[in-house]
């Protein structure tokens, strides 16, 4: 009795407007997926998209947005990055959102609203789409008998998705200064881990074919994202434990099958 549902055919933004929220979450996106990363004029329509919200939220009187930004916006990673680091996207995906990112800054200073730009790094849990890798991974080992790979030694700072939701929600209801936020997991883990871990649960028995793929151009390394700015602020949150997060999510897929 608390959630409105609003559906994007019908006349949404007069409802919008109606129904004037204080707050407004932006996560929606078009052309998340890899082929569709370079391919600016999908991605441009994500702009127009944003304008359209940003008009709902002067007529509504939203006195905060909150967006959900990428680490995409830093370009090549190797390392723990910080909001101190110059952005510099290498994909249309990116490009885009640092578009945004300076739209909305000039949106919200000029009809003085607070706005929360958070940079999201790897996250992984229950009902992720079937084209990211977990459940990639999970699915060959379901479906066949070996998998070609990379090396992996990329490290990646994966955030489980329920730990990510109530860091969300505590941006939501506490007093956040307007800014740029990287939002992350504190730890890292290699591909090779990840998926190894994967096998013995789901088919221990698979074979992995570690170096018989090339890692491609550019190619980050390590992915990690310092939080250090927003935990000074929300204070500091803590996580789920990596294998218990890892095995719940398996096991949601497993359920599925």
């Not at 370079?38 to 304008?51: G, M, P």
């Not at 977990?134 to 329920?162: H, R």
């Not at 200064?177 to 881990?193: C, D, F, H, Q, R």
């Amino acid at each position: 009795d608390r959630i409105i549902w609003v559906d994007i055919e019908d006349d949404y933004s007069a409802t919008l407007i109606r129904l004037q929220p204080d707050i407004l979450v932006h996560s929606a996106w078009i052309g998340v997926g890899a082929n569709d990363r370079e391919s600016f004029k999908l991605q441009a329509e994500n702009i127009i998209f944003f304008i359209e919200l940003l008009e709902i939220a002067r007529q509504a009187k939203v006195k905060k947005i909150l967006f959900l930004g990428s680490q995409s916006e830093y370009g090549l990673i190797n390392g723990r990055v910080s909001e101190t680091k110059y952005p510099q996207a290498n994909s249309a995906y990116g490009a885009v959102k640092l578009a945004c990112l300076e739209l909305l800054k000039v949106f919200a200073t000029l009809n003085k609203i607070d706005w929360i730009w958070l940079r999201v790094f790897s996250l992984f849990g229950e009902k992720e789409g079937n084209n990211w890798l977990i459940p990639t991974i999970v699915n060959k080992m379901l479906t066949e008998d070996q998998m070609d790979l990379t090396l992996g030694e990329q490290n990646y700072a994966y955030m489980y998705i329920k730990d990510f939701a109530d860091t969300i929600c505590k941006v939501i209801n506490m007093s956040v200064p307007s800014g740029v936020y990287n939002i992350s997991a504190s730890e890292t883990i290699t591909l090779k881990a990840l998926v190894m871990k994967i096998r013995d649960i789901i088919n221990p028995g698979f074979k992995l074919n570690f170096g018989s793929i090339a890692y491609r151009d550019n190619q980050s390394m390590y992915i990690e994202g310092d939080t250090e700015k927003l935990y000074s602020v929300i204070g500091k949150q803590n996580q789920t434990d990596f294998n218990v997060a890892l095995q719940q999510t398996l096991m949601s897929y497993l359920n599925q099958s």
